[in-house]
């Protein structure tokens, strides 16, 4: 095929996808530097790196080829990623219809077969065991985490929190709204000095390091990745904790203290239990509180069935492998059913796509630094990643949820008020 054909063939071909009302504000950017749909400038550029370039992206449509094409640089995107990612994916969609699929299929095959490129590097996970055994988990751990601890304080900033932040009022800075949520999680848990906090997941150690200082707990975190307890554990000494805090690199199955804490928390790592697990999950967090303690429990859910497990989507092949997101109310069921009281659900969705978005615009304004630490093709498994998950958080297809669960002693008492007021009120820690 010519190259005029090529450009031909592409061009009606995004016509047949993404028109004839294209996305506002985006543009298509052909390899020979033609626009789609007009000359005029846009906000956003999907950018075609070689005539063959949707024929990678869109055969076959599904989402993992279209991932696996930005990988190999089939095509890019300048400017808003997340708005550019939707509408990828909206053209994937459109094969869907019948009217179009056939001719979309006519000239996909008539595009140039593959583009001449030296090898790729190989970012995908390879776990081996059982699944959501404490081993395979440990692979899966170690696959997304043990990347590199600059890499991630690139993008996550120095408090290197990765989970959803709280943006309890307009304007915070990301590190703002991070500090807001540790501290909310620590009122939730109405955390008071020389309490026991049990952190299940602690990643970099920053509630450990919160609930410490602020609260003046003795502070456990137990992580799988051997990276996050070496980055932690320097990160506790700098601030002159190593007597009421620690990290341990330890599964929670692998923890052996009977109703020795006053509160557990598990923030951003209930994604990686797994549905089969929940039971088991909540029956250890129950055994090892004590009577009248509290667990607050944040994790990422779906609105209807499972989502995860599919050996053939992006996340579960690049980016979190044996992953599952599973509906709020089977979260609730397994909690009750291991004997907690549900006290408290919030949600937090909002706040999710805001924290992911800084994410991704920090992600982006390092890109030199960060390839310093890592390869082209993981940058962009996380610049995609991101972007994506911040769509499907403002579109309401994920969410994420603090649930606070608490443990009756025998007589039914909660130790817990009967109101929120103290969550919301000047703050309780210990510099306040």
Not at 70 to 94: C, I, K, N, Q, T
Not at 116 to 143: F, K, M, N, W
């Amino acid at each position: 095929m010519s190259p005029d054909d090529a450009r031909a063939q592409t061009l009606a071909l995004l016509d047949e996808l993404l028109g004839p009302s294209p996305p506002e504000g985006i543009r298509v950017r052909l390899w020979d530097g033609t626009l789609w749909p007009d000359e005029t400038p846009g906000f956003a550029t999907i950018a075609l790196k070689h005539p063959g370039a949707l024929r990678r992206m869109l055969l076959p449509p599904t989402q993992l080829g279209l991932a696996q094409a930005y990988l190999r640089d089939d095509f890019d995107m300048e400017g808003d990623v997340e708005r550019l990612l939707e509408a990828a994916l909206g053209a994937v969609g459109s094969l869907d219809k019948p009217s179009v699929r056939a001719r979309a299929a006519w000239r996909l095959v008539r595009l140039p077969a593959a583009r001449a490129s030296g090898p790729q590097p190989t970012v995908r996970a390879r776990l081996r065991g059982r699944r959501h055994s404490i081993e395979r988990d440990r692979q899966a751990i170690r696959h997304h985490y043990d990347v590199s601890n600059e890499f991630y304080r690139l993008f996550l900033g120095e408090r290197m929190v990765y989970s959803c932040a709280y943006f309890a009022r307009p304007g915070m800075t990301l590190d703002e709204a991070q500090e807001a949520k540790l501290d909310l999680v620590c009122r939730k848990l109405r955390l008071k000095p020389g309490q026991k906090l049990l952190d299940v997941g602690c990643g970099w150690g920053g509630l450990v390091i919160h609930a410490a200082q602020r609260y003046g707990v003795d502070a456990t975190g137990i992580t799988l990745s051997e990276r996050q307890a070496q980055e932690a554990r320097e990160r506790i000494a700098k601030a002159g904790l190593e007597g009421r805090a620690r990290v341990l690199v330890k599964d929670y199955r692998e923890v052996d203290e009977p109703e020795a804490y006053d509160a557990i928390a598990s923030v951003g790592m209930f994604e990686h239990v797994g549905e089969s697990m929940l039971p088991a999950y909540f029956a250890q967090a129950c055994r090892l509180l004590k009577p009248r303690g509290a667990f607050l429990n944040h994790g990422i859910a779906v609105p209807g069935g499972k989502f995860g497990g599919d050996a053939r989507s992006f996340i579960e092949q690049y980016v979190f492998p044996d992953g599952e997101l599973v509906p709020i109310d089977a979260t609730l069921r397994a909690a009750a059913g291991a004997g907690f009281e549900v006290r408290d659900v919030e949600s937090l969705r909002e706040h999710y796509a805001i924290t992911l978005r800084h994410w991704v615009r920090n992600l982006e304004a390092r890109r030199a630094e960060a390839l310093a630490h890592v390869d082209e093709a993981r940058y962009r498994v996380w610049r995609l990643y991101m972007a994506g998950s911040a769509g499907s958080f403002a579109a309401g297809r994920i969410s994420v949820f603090q649930t606070l669960l608490s443990k009756p002693d025998s007589e039914g008492r909660s130790g817990l008020p009967m109101t929120r007021e103290d969550w919301y009120a000047q703050s309780h820690s210990m510099t306040s």
